[in-house]
């Protein structure tokens, strides 16, 4: 017998959940069941990432990141106080080494203050007030960010979907899918699920499963593992804000930073390298995953694009003064024996063939399903407005529902 549903969402990731919790406040009598491969919710990104609430000083004015971040940075901060879900307003300092990233500081203020986004700036000295084991020229003083534990968001989102009736399915692997006039019908590990809608939330399977729903894709996630270490042998309050460095244009990441962490101390990550398996977070090794990526013809064309930093980026990951120096660029006082492994992540990145990576949020849709293809940071920040927008392209808008 195929088990029915009325709405589908695949991946219990943050924004998976949310979409469950938008999806059932809108309609509050369907049956709405979350798959998830794995035996408990938020495993991967929402598990492995900085923990940070971004306030969105760094996203292209008008690009959906900035909008989605604005919006969700409030709405977080709202559900965790709401939900006593501990977190910390900590603010960010974004750091200028130099007169080059001085520059590109002034830069980043406009576009800030373009984004609507509460910036101060910060001389050399006042930085050093501010943060005495920091090293700055100049900075820039973001006093909205924050850091949570998304895990426990992604729980209790989770646990109030369960509570007001919704169903979440775990350790259930969609093998197939399949349209018709009536919906989509799945075949999983655990037999086969039919329902109107499907939306789908799968990360780092975004690509292969928006391709087994049929739809037209010119894009092909690529698995970048982001290495962390934690930082020992120093005073918890060496710093006691979120240390930023200054974008890079010529750079397709961000690059380390400091985060501090709410059970005490910091991090220091993260990088970007290739991974060899799309959850190769203990080192292994996918002859599927490492093929497709090495036979993509954007995969080489970004390493060409950006044959530098690549170079660097494999430097920082194999040999730890290569990390570290990257590091002492603006925090001097770290040392060798101070950097300690921590849990990696594998950043889902959706890349063109033409090399370019896809900067934005992407979304692609069937005639029963939708797919988020492409959820860099500020992800999780912004898991709830990105959940009404499912919704709204899913069901149609509606001006009052909300995950609340």
Request: charged fraction near 25%; aromatic fraction near 6%.
């Amino acid at each position: 017998m195929v088990a029915t549903a009325d709405l589908i969402v695949i991946g219990a990731g943050i924004v998976g959940i949310a979409t469950a919790c938008e999806l059932q406040s809108r309609q509050p009598g369907a049956r709405i069941v979350l798959l998830e491969k794995e035996q408990s919710p938020a495993l991967h990104q929402t598990g492995r990432n900085s923990g940070v609430i971004h306030a969105g000083v760094y996203y292209t004015p008008n690009s959906a990141k900035a909008r989605f971040c604005r919006e969700g940075k409030a709405e977080m901060l709202e559900f965790c106080r709401k939900e006593n879900i501990p977190f910390e307003r900590c603010g960010k300092l974004i750091v200028a080494v130099d007169e080059a990233e001085c520059v590109r500081l002034a830069d980043l203020q406009a576009r800030a203050v373009q984004n609507g986004i509460e910036v101060e700036p910060v001389t050399g000295p006042e930085a050093r007030i501010l943060e005495p084991a920091i090293r700055a020229e100049a900075a820039l003083w973001s006093p909205t960010t924050a850091i949570v534990d998304y895990s426990v968001v992604a729980r209790r989102l989770a646990q109030r979907f369960t509570e007001r009736g919704g169903e979440i399915r775990l350790g259930i692997r969609v093998d197939r899918a399949k349209e018709d006039t009536a919906g989509v019908r799945l075949t999983t590990s655990d037999g086969e699920l039919q329902g109107a809608k499907a939306v789908v939330c799968a990360g780092l399977w975004a690509d292969r499963l928006a391709r087994a729903f049929g739809a037209e894709t010119d894009f092909r996630i690529i698995p970048f593992r982001g290495e962390y270490y934690r930082i020992q042998n120093q005073p918890s309050d060496l710093v006691r804000r979120l240390i930023y460095p200054v974008p890079d244009p010529a750079r397709p990441f961000l690059g380390v930073h400091l985060t501090r962490k709410l059970d005490g101390g910091f991090t220091v990550g993260p990088n970007a390298v290739l991974a060899a398996a799309r959850e190769g977070y203990s080192g292994q090794f996918s002859l599927r995953d490492i093929g497709e990526s090495l036979a993509y013809p954007g995969f080489w064309r970004l390493v060409v694009r950006n044959a530098r930093s690549a170079v660097d980026e494999l430097a920082g990951s194999v040999l730890r003064r290569a990390y570290l120096a990257k590091v002492q660029r603006y925090c001097p006082q770290i040392r060798l024996d101070d950097l300690v492994p921590y849990r990696p992540g594998i950043r889902a990145q959706a890349v063109r063939r033409d090399g370019r990576l896809v900067d934005d949020f992407l979304f692609v849709e069937t005639r029963h399903s939708l797919h988020v293809c492409n959820a860099p940071s500020p992800a999780a920040t912004a898991a709830l407005p990105i959940a009404r927008h499912i919704a709204d392209r899913v069901l149609g808008p509606t001006a009052e529902a909300r995950c609340a």
